[in-house]
């Protein structure tokens, strides 16, 4: 793991990131979470993975999380920012992996960099909210804290100011939180030696700047993506756990619906941590697969 790497894009803007797996292995990019950081990929898991099957797993931070410079920026515009990365790294093509608030990002890869991105995994990922029966999953804090995001961007702008303060006094504030909202499986995992550890570091990481960078990705997570996905043509695996309380399953088959290049593996009693910790090695390999045709809808897990 080498958790603090940076590299200075063209036009000035500083992208920290994360590497984990083998240096000279294939790239793979990994997209975090909401919100969450480049050390996501120190959660156990995708470490393990990227050194089980030899690869080079890069986690950038999203502009204001992290190490990178804070810039406005929307979903459909994300694909230059990583084009203008991968050609500061010199990668040629490879996956994308997306994980949570980081699937609609992968999406937009897809779509914005056919040329790059060869297979898509979108990992407990949310859909994007104007689709057909989005926000009939929301449950009444999704519907508060979306609705806020949506028509007065200025107030969670304040709110997770007072988050960024809070996190700096106590670590841990954030984990507490997230323990509240899950099924067995997940605090099963969190459960595990070191994980709360590490994510407290992840979730402190995102706010390392203040609340303005993740205020911003919370904002673009509640309104439309922006991205045709209908013509997306890069395959993308959509992997989601049944039991997942904090992004419904429901808006997986919602995703898997607009997508033209789709298969479903839908993982029985997993929850939204659990699935990445115990299938890590599953999902990283779906999308190493070398495939250029178009797959057809899968339901299966």
């Known amino acids: 793991m ?4 940076r590299v200075e894009l063209a036009d000035g803007t500083t992208v920290g990131y994360a590497e984990a797996g083998d240096p000279a292995g294939p790239p793979v990019l990994y997209l975090h979470g909401s919100p969450s950081s480049r050390l996501e990929v120190d959660l156990p898991g995708i470490r393990e993975a990227a050194q089980e099957l030899g690869l080079r797993v890069l986690a950038p931070d999203r502009p204001g999380m992290g190490l990178s410079t804070f810039r406005r920026y929307s979903i459909a515009d994300y694909p230059r920012l990583v084009r203008s990365f991968v050609d500061a790294l010199g990668l040629g093509r490879f996956p994308v992996i997306g994980v949570s608030g980081g699937g609609k990002y992968a999406c937009a890869c897809a779509w914005g960099l056919p ?7 979108l990992v407990s990922s949310t859909c994007s909210f104007d689709l057909p029966g989005a926000r009939a999953t929301w449950n009444t804090e999704d519907r508060r804290l979306y609705r806020s995001a949506d028509r007065v961007p200025w107030l969670v702008r304040l709110f997770f100011a007072k988050v960024a303060r809070d996190v700096r006094r106590d670590p841990d504030a954030l984990f507490s939180t997230v323990e509240r909202s899950v099924g067995a499986a997940d605090q099963e995992v969190l459960a595990l030696p070191g994980f709360r550890e590490a994510l407290d570091r992840d979730m402190s ?21 922006g991205v045709p996905l209908e013509r997306i043509r890069v395959p993308i695996e959509i992997w989601h756990g049944e039991d997942d309380r904090v992004v419904p399953p429901e808006q997986a088959h919602i995703l898997a619906r607009a997508l033209p290049l789709v298969t479903e593996h839908l993982v029985p009693g997993e929850g939204h941590f659990s699935l990445f910790a115990r299938h890590a090695p599953a999902i990283v390999q779906s999308v190493l697969v070398d495939s250029t045709d178009g797959a057809p809808k899968d339901t299966g897990a």
Do not use: I, K, M
């Not at 080498?2 to 790497?5: A, F, G, I, Q, T």
């Not at 040329?115 to 995994?121: F, I, M, N, P, S």
């Open 2 to 5: 080498r958790p603090d790497l």
């Open 115 to 121: 040329d790059r991105v060869t297979r898509v995994a």
């Open 205 to 225: 990481e995102a706010f390392r700047q203040g609340g303005r960078g993740p205020a911003h990705d919370l904002t673009l997570e509640a309104r439309s993506w």
